[in-house]
């Protein structure tokens, strides 16, 4: 178990937010592993693909009761996997359902505070980003082995770091 520094308070985060974290931590004192950070990806895809079909299904059947008109809403399919990032990341537990299977949470390095919804998205467009491309994906990856804190480039950018709970 992780000390937290005498007289640490987060000054009302509980109060403030109601995640269930009241004790958190500034990101010093505890960082996540750059594996534990894979396996979370690994479980994120297959939540996504379960997310993205429910949602092809909604879209499908919106299709046919507004005689076609609800199939221009597929062009946000692409876009799914940002948003359940977006969705599950910016609510009130701080990480996507394999970020929680693996006990990660994304906060603000400086006062270990929620993330809104926006920052969210636009760290999970970057993280998309980044994977897209070996070289990208390897300059992020590499990033985060050279800092001591195991945030990546895409965090760093964004101002974001992903903790133990």
């Given at each position: ?13 509980a109060?403030?937010?109601?995640t269930?974290?009241p004790n ?5 004192f505890?960082?996540?592993s ?18 993205t079909?429910?949602l092809?299904?909604?879209?499908t ?9 609800g ?14 990032s ?19 949470r ?12 926006l ?21 992020d ?6 800092r001591?804190d195991?945030?990546?480039?895409h965090?760093?950018?964004v ?7």
């Amino acid at each position: 178990m992780l000390n937290t520094p005498p007289g640490y308070d987060p000054a009302g985060y509980a109060e403030r937010y109601g995640t269930g974290f009241p004790n958190a931590l500034p990101v010093p004192f505890v960082r996540a592993s750059l594996g534990a950070r894979f396996v979370a990806y690994l479980l994120d895809i297959l939540f996504i693909l379960g997310f993205t079909a429910l949602l092809t299904l909604a879209i499908t059947v919106l299709g046919v009761l507004t005689f076609g008109l609800g199939w221009t809403l597929f062009a946000i399919l692409p876009a799914s996997g940002i948003l359940y990032s977006a969705v599950t990341v910016g609510g009130a537990a701080q990480s996507t359902w394999g970020m929680r299977m693996m006990g990660l949470r994304v906060v603000t390095p400086a006062s270990g505070l929620r993330v809104d919804f926006l920052t969210a998205a636009i760290h999970a467009l970057l993280f998309y980003v980044a994977i897209s491309t070996f070289l990208l994906w390897f300059v992020d990856i590499l990033f985060g082995l050279m800092r001591s804190d195991r945030r990546l480039g895409h965090d760093v950018l964004v101002g974001l770091a992903v903790v133990r709970v």
